[in-house]
């Protein structure tokens, strides 16, 4: 059995979740977010947050939780703005289009968006009413490439937003790792200062599903709830969702899980860079993009999975790796181990 | 603390499911569906309905099931036809149209739909291309009076649905307890043979999340997957889906836990029945609806949850009461015992 | 050939209109409705609704009048309200429910929605967030009946709606129709303070096409252009429509069109009083709907082509005649001649 | 008043067209496209393209016509292919997305798509079922930079399409245009032999509105109607548009309006090479965008209203000119004798 790097859920979930699911098991409890754990956990979001009036809704998944989002914010005629590595443009089945939406793409570097990226898509979209209202900025953190915000990265692009009468929506379906990463200066009252909504992920940290959106324009919050029923992601049961979040919010476990996850990608990203390995992005999460030979890939290929993410050349090849809350030391000496010996 | 009879989704799970999810949890599955335990629970199924070759999907709830299973049958001019009390048509927020298609109310009796219920709707959509097409049959089983189809039920109206061009889709969210109702002549065979899609219900049966989305014509199925995962329903955890119908589904649990929460209901039926009480709706499923004197629903109201569905009259009032998988004979002869006494 | 009495768009349009037409047609002008005709026939109407901040904007027809307004008014949770008559939910391929929204509809005796039609709608959708919300009250007038709303009618539903927070939206397919009905004591000024929104009719009332929308209440003006070139509606030659609105406009020509209608219409209606028939409604406009024996029926189908609307018995039935602003004296004539005799 | 060279659609019709308006105005005819015109003028159009199994529809307009007849080929996770500078991603206010489908942007040189710049998309579009599914390639001719696509063109590209299972849509709203070009080698029964729909449009071409969709793909042709009535597009006086195509088919007046455009726009075209200004893109089509000096496009200015396109450097910029169906000699001449005096 190989040991997997190619993503961050392919295990179950932290244990004191499981553990806290066994202790509830029998309780009655009302439904559809009603519950005493998802009051419980909203409350504790909404201390972590700094925001006491943010509005905090539950659902299964990060595509949902975008469609969701960006579906209530944005009037028919309007956009969303994103890099076109956004997991809301590559990997979502046309998800924001089929609720109506274009989704207006731009190149970038990293993964990451900037003022100077978003004004081209501003001034080019200027022919009313011929063209769509580019409206909301939708960005990832840590992104899809493994890169990160910086508390001023999100100042400035905050600032820009508010002036040009932009939203901002931050997807955080890898926030704990964005937040956690050794370089990061950002924290969780930050992006609730800086962002119109973003939503703390729990799939990928830990949790066996489950996003935390949090809405911290009062605007935007009216009568949000009818829209998460209305894409069918209200669950009956909310309670698995509220449990996992309060066990994830107490203690900090959720930031914890996500430091782990960074710290095991580190670790081989250092030592591949002390073989003298490139990389196709400069990452401090717990996404890692080694160029390596194609012998190498294969050798590695044998005892763990991994992406080819892109041909370099010839001889070389990108490979994606990813750390999750419960990579042990095991599987990450013995990759290293190989890199050492190969 | 007020034992609730308010709806079959107030626990968890079954214990087996938190034992297996406990079991598996640290294991490395692969994502969105493609887990062991998912591929397993699909043969299992597949077995159990007679159909080697149907489709099946797991998603977490039935609104989410049903907007996907309709949007992805209708074209964009075509509607589905409901018994006015459908859950599509009053209690998901207008998911379906959401997806662009209305829904034709039927009013009925007894919240079935037959071939004579359906004909006049037929008859009074010919004005071509002025109106919608009505091309898919909309039905639950048991129905939200908590009623059921007979066998005899399900054979006319499939046949009529074959001989008018319609699909007919049976939404199962309490399809165990339709099939396991003491009256009940239809089998989960029977159900696959006659519909063209359907599907089992997990979240008020015993599992925290999760219906089982089973596709018996062919042409329906037709990568359906896109549909999955573009309305925001595909977790990458599919573990947890595949995890739970797998123990839902081993030695028929699923039946047993839904004839159980018939049985339990069935107890205080008969004991109200004792009583010279009467009835919204004849029922011999989880849901009993009986017409209380306004003095004995404040009696129990201080012991019991439930809804107070309907007003008779000044003097009189129907509830709603709901047993589960896990109703203990406690809470029901507690019940019984008041409705003894008073 | 027979005399057509089935409907008001039978013929082309009012000569003034071609004679503009031709008039203006090698002159080059700005496209998208920027043309001197559409800026001087919008300024007309504003005069003659009595609001000038009103925002106007000219459509090809009714249903995409329906749907583009509706569509921009309502939230995507958000439901319209119609008479189970109304336009919007029988005759238009669910063409509001393809943009996501429901439209709830009301049973009533004449087509009209009174205050007390709406309320229990509003009473029956208060499960917060399991039903759509109902947001928008659609009413036409004239309307699918023939029947009209006078001013107190009017009035009283126009504060209902203001104080329960709801949109009122007259499709004004007929308005000329409905404003000047001997009894209507309604005014375009009134309409225009008393609604949200509404258009006048064009297409049924002397013109090739079109449909003036006009958005009285400043906050569903906001960026409203968007959504009509979204649709589709926006034509390249807008001065087509500009055009066809200042001739109508011009001298109160729309009114004597919906005027002449009217009065050809309760000739006949006169006519059949006289001989004792009854009709389906009391209708005052260019719709009345007569109870005949087939017999008679035949009799006049063979010089007169007009809809069988509805049977009453074996022996009887409704038909339904419609005049135009171009039905001749000789149509109308020959009719009653043939009732007199028959 | 300046002579305008902005657009093909600044005039009202061809007089042909209003003659017959006025010819037929006051008879009675069928609504909804039934009339005799409509027919007549679907049979030319069936006799000129050598199908006689092709389903025509006459709409309004150009976007109105993209968007019914993608949003109904289309399942709803399917998406288009489309040039950067396909009218359906730049100039439509996400009509496209907005009926819920994606629309994939392909940069060319010379807007126009070979097989070779799709199959990139169709590589990068494989992690079924994360991503849409590409399923429609959408092309223009003459395309929105004035090039055409010669038979051998679409030739490759129709078989490419049948290959890879996609279907082939032709914006025609300058069809005319495309095939009169003196460089053209296809004709329109190759069109309809090489596409699965295509439209030829009115609005720039001599028609005061009107597009006329033709479907040659019987499978895309079934219940097509209803869609058209659904997105607010079928004219109760469908003979507005029956009769200008009508009046257009007959004797090829609308090749001859097309090929007349072309004439002049060559005209200027060769009068500009002939004092060595260089272009943008090649064009043999009514549409060229020459690069001049700014002092001479000031000049220009001061007589003739068009679009600058394009700043090159800081002392030249790209304009577009469009000649229509009427622009006449003396314009054309006006122009051109500024360019030889400056």
Not at 16 to 44: H, M, P, R, T, V
Not at 67 to 73: A, N, Q, R, T
Not at 94 to 122: N, Q, Y
Not at 182 to 204: N, P
Request: hydrophobic share 40%; proline share 3%.
């Amino acid at each position: 059995m190989k040991f997997s790097f190619k993503n961050d859920y392919s295990e179950g979930c932290h244990p004191n979740i499981l553990q806290a699911l066994l202790q509830s098991n029998l309780e009655q409890e009302a439904g559809y977010g009603e519950d005493q754990y998802s009051l419980q956990a909203k409350e504790l979001i909404r201390e972590k947050t700094g925001n006491k009036n943010c509005a905090i809704y539950f659902v299964s998944g990060g595509t949902q939780a975008n469609l969701i989002v960006i579906s209530s914010i944005l009037k028919p005629y309007q956009a969303a703005i994103s890099a076109s590595t956004g997991h809301v443009l590559n990997n979502e089945t046309g998800a924001i289009e089929a609720t109506g939406h274009k989704v207006l793409s731009i190149e970038t570097a990293d993964g990451k968006l900037r003022p100077s990226d978003i004004i081209p898509v501003l001034e080019s979209h200027t022919n009313v009413p011929h063209q769509v209202m580019p409206k909301l900025v939708y960005i990832s953190n840590s992104t899809e490439l493994g890169t990160i915000y910086t508390a001023r990265d999100l100042e400035e692009l905050s600032a820009f937003c508010k002036e040009r009468n932009l939203y901002l929506f931050m997807d955080g379906a890898r926030l704990g790792h964005g937040l956690t990463a050794e370089i990061s200066d950002l924290t969780l009252e930050k992006v609730a200062q800086l962002t119109d909504v973003f939503y703390l992920g729990g799939t990928k940290n830990g949790a066996l599903i489950g996003e935390a959106i949090v809405i911290n324009n009062p605007i935007l919050q009216e009568d949000f709830g009818f829209n998460i029923k209305q894409k069918g992601a209200l669950l009956a049961k909310g309670r698995l969702l509220g449990i996992q979040f309060l066990e994830l919010m107490k203690n900090n476990l959720y930031f914890d899980l996500a430091r782990h996850a960074n710290q095991q990608a580190m670790k081989i990203k250092n030592a591949l860079q002390e073989r003298g390995v490139a990389f196709l992005s400069v990452t401090y999460t717990n996404q890692i993009f080694p160029i390596l030979s194609n012998e190498l890939i294969e050798v590695l290929s044998e005892k763990f999975e991994f992406y080819v993410w892109k041909k370099i050349d010839d001889q070389y090849s990108a490979i994606r790796l990813i750390t999750s809350w419960n990579t042990p030391d095991q599987g990450v000496n013995d990759f290293i181990q190989i890199i050492k010996t190969n």
